[in-house]
Antibody, heavy 114, light 107 residues
Framework: QLVESGGGLVQSGGSLRLSCVASGLTFRNFWMGWVRQSPGKGLEWVANINQDGTEEFYVDSVKGRFTVSRDNARNSLFLQMKSLRAEDTAVYYC?????????WGQGTPVTVSS | DVQMTQSPSTLSASVGDRVTITCRASQSVSSWLAWYQQKPGKAPKLLVYRESTLQSGVPARFSARGSGTEFTLTISSLQPDDFATYYCQQYNSYSWTFGQGTKVEIK
C-alpha cells in the first residue's frame, strides 16, 4: 500500500514537500517514482529514484526545481518541490515498481495559485 | 525519454462493440508496457502489465499484445463499465512515460 500526503494550496514561487509511506513489501528493494495529472489532462511521469537513492531521474519541466529522495529506514519516498508554478497544479501519485508490476497510491492534490 | 504515441485520442463506440487502442513507442521498450483504465476523480487502475498479462480481476474481454514498439489493447465486447479513459505506460527505461490517453465514449 502507498499513502501520499503533503499536498495542498501554495502560492506561485513557493515550496511543498510531498511524502509517500509504503507498506507491505521491503521498501528498499524497489524503484519508486512520482507521476502527476493536471486537471483535465493526461498522466505525466515526474521523477524516479532507484533502490538505494543513488540515481534520480526527472522530466525536463521539473529539473532543477524538484528533488526526489527516499528514506529506506522509514519506508518513505519524498518529492521536494520548489519554485512552484501554476502549471505544477496536479494530483501527484506515488508509484512503486515491483518486478513487472507498478503499484500506485491514491494521490495527493497540489494547487499552485498565481 | 521514450515517447509514447497513443491513438485514437477519442473513440466513440456502442455497448457490444469490439474496440482497439494503439500505442507506439519511439524506441523499443521490450515487453515493459502497461495499460490503465481511469475514471473521473479516481486513480488509474492497472489492467495489463508486461505487455499482455491481465492483472488479477480484470475481465477476459480485455486483451493486449505488442511487439517492442507497437502495442494494442482490445476490448472484445464493450460493456457499460468500460467507458473511461485508457493510458499506456512504458517502464523499460529510467522514465515511466505515458501515452496521451484514449477516451472511450458512448456513441
Amino acid at each position: 500500500q502507498l499513502v501520499e500526503s503533503g499536498g495542498g494550496l501554495v502560492q506561485s514561487g513557493g515550496s511543498l514537500r510531498l511524502s509517500c509511506v509504503a507498506s507491505g513489501l521491503t521498501f528498499r528493494n524497489f524503484w519508486m517514482g512520482w507521476v502527476r495529472q493536471s486537471p483535465g489532462k493526461g498522466l505525466e511521469w515526474v521523477a524516479n529514484i532507484n533502490q538505494d537513492g543513488t540515481e534520480e531521474f526527472y522530466v525536463d519541466s521539473v529539473k532543477g526545481r524538484f528533488t526526489v529522495s527516499r528514506d529506506n529506514a522509514r519506508n518513505s519516498l519524498f518529492l521536494q518541490m520548489k519554485s512552484l508554478r501554476a502549471e505544477d497544479t496536479a494530483v501527484y501519485y506515488c508509484l512503486r515498481r515491483v518486478g513487472p508490476v507498478i503499484f500506485w497510491g491514491q494521490g495527493t492534490p497540489v494547487t499552485v495559485s498565481s | 525519454d521514450v515517447q509514447m504515441t497513443q491513438s485514437p485520442s477519442t473513440l466513440s463506440a456502442s455497448v457490444g462493440d469490439r474496440v482497439t487502442i494503439t500505442c507506439r513507442a519511439s524506441q523499443s521498450v521490450s515487453s515493459w508496457l502497461a495499460w490503465y483504465q481511469q475514471k473521473p476523480g479516481k486513480a488509474p487502475k492497472l489492467l495489463v502489465y508486461r505487455e499482455s498479462t491481465l492483472q488479477s480481476g480484470v475481465p477476459a474481454r480485455f486483451s493486449a499484445r505488442g511487439s517492442g514498439t507497437e502495442f494494442t489493447l482490445t476490448i472484445s465486447s464493450l460493456q457499460p463499465d468500460d467507458f473511461a479513459t485508457y493510458y499506456c505506460q512504458q517502464y523499460n527505461s529510467y522514465s515511466w512515460t505515458f501515452g496521451q490517453g484514449t477516451k472511450v465514449e458512448i456513441k
